[in-house]
């Protein structure tokens, strides 16, 4: 970030090895993505696998989880690292958010240690990529009434249903797929060419345009008893992993509203109006000053999340206020920043509108604003309105 977005002096509360790490990161986004992402979005294409190993190569994949090749990093550095990334844009981080957060979490959280011996080390280096597939075409805000089964045929299961917007799904090894049993809900490790299981990609995205989004359909999928993870019972099993991916947007999505708000600064204090900078004029001193003052209130509230969460200490409706808190604001700066760049904030030369449009996907994905207000009202009221 300029120094001069840093109005609270956060820099200072970061470990050297919190710093060096959102460096490198940074630099990697300097390096591998900021000069093609423009291109990638406006072709709704993304070398996604190739960035995998690159990504691998530093750690970032599974970067807070121990073990199997995982780099074993705090909550604060993955955090940082997930800023970087979106500052790039939104649809790199949701690819190591995928791959770490909901994939790899799973399966390190819930799976057997064959599973974790199979599936981790390979995709901690992107080699191999995993999807996490629990929205169904009629099921998203609720997916309790999920409609995909799995049934057991002998020793076997039998998976059939269906998945939809699912990232990374077209070109994933594996899917985590959450099915309905007879015994409630289970997750199961379903590697991709598994016959009776296809993949399509969803075109025409206006949003996320930088990262493979499809639909999974599951005919008649057979899978041996050992493919089920064997620690997930209940939806709780996947709500776990959504407060894992929710933690990394908290921060995330401000990489993308900072990136806003350090190209409309550059943009306002040398384009001129009026004979003076249009940073000159109090109107957009007054939207530049709300907006910083936003953006550093959230990554105080990062931070906060980040340092309970390496503490052992951070509940899932404190990831909720954190998402709710950080998309809304990010979302509200871009919007704002796009209109000091006049014209130009409508232009791919320009990320302000790409990252706008990328945040209003981050805001509806693990968790709509909505189910995240209705998350802290139950914690405010102790009274549940889902139902
Ligand atoms: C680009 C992209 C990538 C995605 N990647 C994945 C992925 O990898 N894996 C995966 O499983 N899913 C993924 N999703 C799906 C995402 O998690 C869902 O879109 C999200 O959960 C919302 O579900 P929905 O779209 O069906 O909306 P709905 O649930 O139909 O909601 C529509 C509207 O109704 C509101 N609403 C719903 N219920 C209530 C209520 N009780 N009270 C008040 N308002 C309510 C919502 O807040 C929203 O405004 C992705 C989505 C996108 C756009």
Redesign the pocket.
Known sequence: MTAALDLLDLDPSLTDEERQIRDVVRHLVDDLVRPHVADWYEEGRVPARELAREFGKLGLLGMHLTGYGCAGASAVAYGLACQELEAGDSGLR?LVS?QGS?AMYAIWRYGSEEQKQRWLPSMATGEAIG?????EPD?????ASMATRARRDGNDWLLNGG???????PIADVAVIWARTDSGVRGFAVPMDTPGVTAREIHR?M??RA?V?GEIVLDDVRLPADAQLPEAAGLKAPLSCLTEARYGIVWGSLGAARDCLETTLAYATTRTQFGRPIAGFQLTQAKLADMAVELVKGQLLALHLGRLADAGRLRPDQVSVGKLNNVREALAIARQCRTILGANGVSGEYPVMRHANNLE?VL????????HQ?VVGQRLTGLS??A
């Open positions: 949701s995928v909901l999807c996490f597939g629990l929205t099921h998203g805000s609720d997916p998945k939809m917007w699912i990232t990374n799904a995205k949003s996320l990262s989004t996907s509806t994905y693990e968790g709509t604003s909505e189910i209705l309105a889902f």
